[in-house]
């Protein structure tokens, strides 16, 4: 596997939170991790059941929970191991190492003169492979939505209908719910009760739409066809507009074509492409949305979601800094210039013990 590393880029989903400087700890594969990252090491450690335990009442809430859940969707729920090869593999997958970022970058340069500015300072904008069901039902919560109110309603659903995990000092992380859970008649009200607003039915008739028409295996399912036809099939569920739908495509199943178009996508088209520029449309339409869409795929080729994503980072306010300081940029481009000529490094993952 090789990956031209530069700077660490946090994992992207609403599950994980920066719990030291330079290290992330979050849920994924039904375990709780943190991982970190040196030059060309990305480092983790797994913690085991003895390592946070669930104490007291939130323990029998815990068993109670663990029971019923067991009893509704036996099919679902897998024996959890602890093997490193295991967890390297699936460390390896979440972060889809196999894919060389630095022949993208160099391919979407080459193609595209304002993609290669923007790439000198952000480098290494890698894509989440995530849980279907999770990255589904966390994308509906961002309909409206700001990042901090987002991260804080994911949480809150995990509290209320997933499996707890362990404690970590004053922190409970927990499994990220399942479909039976999220699928209950109950879950409307209470998620309305926890804040949720309109998109508490979102995602109540969504899980219940999956598992009546379609059946537990369904969104993994969809790793396997063609993006269009997977792309049409979750606008079906309530809530899964065009835009939410290629986020589930790209960020977890398998179509690095897709490209999310928002009116911050439509700005950036409009502003560095000179797209349609003219255009006095006040909203997105679906046809408007293909056109854009088609105009980035058509540009950046098979993987142009994963480079949507580059130049989306790269306009988020809180970057803007960086695109500022003149200093800064002669420095990444000589750091970065010093990276390509040594070529890409070989990308290790490892563990870290306590």
């Not at 926890?194 to 998109?199: A, I, K, P």
């Not at 063609?226 to 939410?244: D, F, I, M, N």
Request: glycine share 6%.
């Amino acid at each position: 596997m090789y990956l031209c590393i530069n700077t660490f880029q946090p994992p992207s989903s609403h599950s994980w939170r920066e719990t030291a400087d330079g290290h992330w700890t979050g849920v994924m594969g039904r375990r709780v991790w943190t991982l970190t990252q040196t030059d060309d090491t990305l480092w983790y450690h797994v913690y085991r059941p003895q390592d946070g335990q669930v104490e007291g009442g939130d323990r029998k809430r815990s068993e109670e929970r663990i029971e019923g859940a067991l009893k509704k969707e036996e099919e679902e729920r897998v024996a959890v191991t602890w093997d490193t090869e295991e967890e390297e593999a699936m460390l390896r997958d979440y972060f889809q190492l196999n894919v060389n970022m630095g022949d993208l970058y160099m391919k979407w340069g080459a193609a595209d003169p304002h993609f290669r500015d923007i790439a000198e300072l952000f480098k290494g904008v890698r894509m989440l492979r995530q849980d279907p069901t999770e990255c589904l039902f966390s994308i509906i919560c961002t309909s409206n939505n700001n990042i901090s109110r987002i991260h804080g309603m994911v949480e809150r659903l995990c509290g209320a209908l997933g499996t707890p995990l362990c404690q970590l000092d004053e922190t409970f992380y927990y499994d990220f719910p399942s479909l039976s859970a999220l699928a209950d008649n109950s879950v409307e009200a209470r998620l309305r009760d926890l804040g949720f607003g309109y998109r508490a039915q979102f995602l109540q008739q969504s899980a219940e739409k999956i598992l009546k028409s379609h059946g537990l295996q369904w969104l993994e399912d969809l790793r396997s066809i063609p993006y269009l036809q997977a792309h049409e099939a979750l606008r079906t569920l309530p809530g899964v507009g065009s835009k939410v739908a290629d986020c589930v495509c790209l960020m977890s199943l398998d179509k690095p074509e897709a490209v999310p178009v928002d009116t911050h996508v439509w700005q950036i088209a409009k502003r560095d492409y000179d797209y349609a520029s003219d255009n006095k449309q006040k909203s997105i339409t679906d046809k408007l949305y293909r056109k854009i869409g088609n105009f980035f795929r058509e540009l950046w080729g098979p993987y142009a979601g994963w480079a949507q994503s580059v130049l989306f980072c790269a306009d988020l306010r809180k970057f803007q800094k960086l695109k500022d300081v003149p200093h800064l940029k002669q420095e990444l481009k000589e750091e970065n210039a010093e990276e390509e000529s040594v070529a890409c490094k070989k990308a290790k993952v490892k563990k870290e013990e306590n």
